[in-house]
């Protein structure tokens, strides 16, 4: 079987905001305890936080982490989470069953930002609160010094205002699980009154309103067009969110999920421009794909302590997926539509980032290690920043349970203009057979040579990487690929993941 792409120079989608390859942290499960702050941990720097932990994220170059939810967002009291800590309160999180110490909070999130070299980018509560607590928030977190919230936060121990940008108008309003659920028009409005609010306090802010928490919403995509009528010129992105699951154990369809993604952001695009037009105007409002991985291995699990049968527990194991092999071509074709869709996913968070649904996984007391998604992700953030090239692919195609014709390759490709490369991500979802893949190269000029060659395949796909077999599904340097008049050619193995780089110097 073959597949011909044409990638040309001057033929792209956009300019790829950095921020896709953001990441999101909640206060749940182990992600925060015994994820990236664990004190007693032999490699614990002096505020707690795991040495380990804060490399393997670092290597990731992640420009924002969202923080602290999520659902938990919803019913939490940002106050719990500042002052000194002998102080703060253990309180009951409705969200996820549990409790937590508080013994991490924004202060503390904020300096393992700064070591990790990324920022945060926070969420409100707009469940059980509202706009008044949502103004001292800000306040608090952005206020100059001389005022009540300023000074508390300098007493506490930090003068200099925080300075965070990035505001999420709650989290998955339309969802009935929501602590604080609303209907469209009820959120609509408070999600404007609170946009109209924070913009009094600094017009330069970006906020993110709540669009659907999946495609599959009955209220979807009328919550979207209704929420944005009430915001519109007071936000600049709409959040969607969607998890990726393997339940029928069957991966044709389940490596077809992400046309379903695709589908999903179009429609998006496509209701913020009839609001645009609605409104006659000429604000751009892009997409913040919010919360996104595969979610579905730890659902049994983790039942009896979501229906409340083990009391209270403090970071218990939630959400604790172990990624297999074939999750990496899944998140593969993910991160491959969020490039191809740069034109209006401005920001996208893996969800999460360490043990909960993560591509890094931690034992209290002992290892972290990267879990078999980390590669398509670190692969991505290192290397997918530039411009977006809109490829024309000529490839065979097959009927899955969510769109017909899925190409068996699915490929971007990112020119980066500044180095001097184009990267191609490329994911064959064939079950048995090679592509011989051809990308022709057009306006680039000549000298193009590859320069690295990435290769992800394993003979199961429910190979896992564990504690004691960290590397069991991993990258290899791949071999065959050759540049011969203009065209690049590489063997794609059945059920892989490739990424090829070539220099235009
Ligand atoms: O990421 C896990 C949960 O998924 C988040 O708390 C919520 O926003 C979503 O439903």
New binding site residues.
Partial sequence: MKASVTAHKDYTVAKIDDRVYSA?L?H?GRAIYTGIYEPDHPTADANGMRGDVAQLVRDLNIPYVRYP????VSAYNWEDGVGPRAQRPTRLDL?WHTSDSNAVGVHEFSDWCDTVNTKMMLAINLGSRGLDDARNFVEYVNGPTGSKWGDLRKKNGRAAPFDVNLWCLG??MD?PWQIGHKTADEYGRLANEVAKTLRAFDKGLELIVCGS?HSDMKTYPEWERIVLEHTYENVDHISL?M?FANRAKNTANYLALNAKLDRYISTVESTINVVKGNKRSRREVGISFD?WNVWYHSNAQDRAILEGNEGWPHAPRL?EDVYNFEDVLQVGCILNTFIRKSNVVRIACI??LVN??APIMTDPAGAAWRQTIYYPYYFASIFGRGTALNLAVKCPGYDADVADNVPYVDIAGVHDDDGGTVSFFIVNRHLTDSIDAEVSLQGFGAGARIIDHQVMTHSMLEAVNTATDQTNVAPKKGSGAVIEDGLVKAKLPPLSYQMIRVSLA
Avoid: K
């Fill in positions: 999101f909640e749940l939810g999520g659902n938990f969200a989290n998955e969802g928490s969110h998890y919360e959400l969800a999460q909960v649904i």
